[in-house]
């Protein structure tokens, strides 16, 4: 499994912003086009290897919403989306996050103290996103039962660990060698 994922990755351009070696894949920027087969073969790793017993899955936008999509159409449990928009709705939680190209405020809506959660999304690299989303979620009194990063890049989830004490599960572990994507690992090896 996971085969067309691999080739997708092993085939992403790499951009420069800045120090920071950014790969361009479907998979965390919906470009180029994203085929169905690789949002099932994601949905299905994630359906075997995650805790689903969950009341929600919440996924950060943007690139975590396909994510969220797809396994929501897997496992019949609704999904609730981090936006980059405020909408000012009773109990809204404001959260800043910096990652390795920027920074940004996300606001977290309709999610209620006890519920459990897998948190999904795109990438962890850095750690930013997630280490400030993971704190706000336990601070809003939420059981995060998986969080769940896709593509593990660098030291991310080792800094995610330290920073919060939670285990992150990936799908892919990669690195970006000599500007290339290299995969180091999926959670099938």
Sequence with gaps: MLKEVKKSLEASPIVKKGDYNYFVNPISDGVPAIDPI???????SVYKYANLDVDKIVAVEAMGIHLATALSLVT??????????QYGLPGEKEVYQKTG????????????????????DDVVSTGG???ALIKTLQDMGLD??????????GEGKKIVKEETGI??????KIDIIDGKVVIESTIED
Excluded at 144 to 153: H, N, R, T
């Design 38 to 44: 690789i949002l099932r073969e994601l949905s299905l």
């Design 76 to 85: 019949d449990i609704p999904f609730v989306v981090i936006r980059k928009r």
């Design 101 to 120: 190209y920027g920074s940004s405020n996300l606001y977290v809506n309709d999610l209620h103290e006890g519920e459990k959660i897998l948190l999904i």
């Design 129 to 131: 996103t997630l280490i």
């Design 144 to 153: 995060l039962k998986s969080v769940v990063a896709i593509i593990d890049k």
């Design 167 to 172: 285990d992150v599960l990936s799908i892919v």
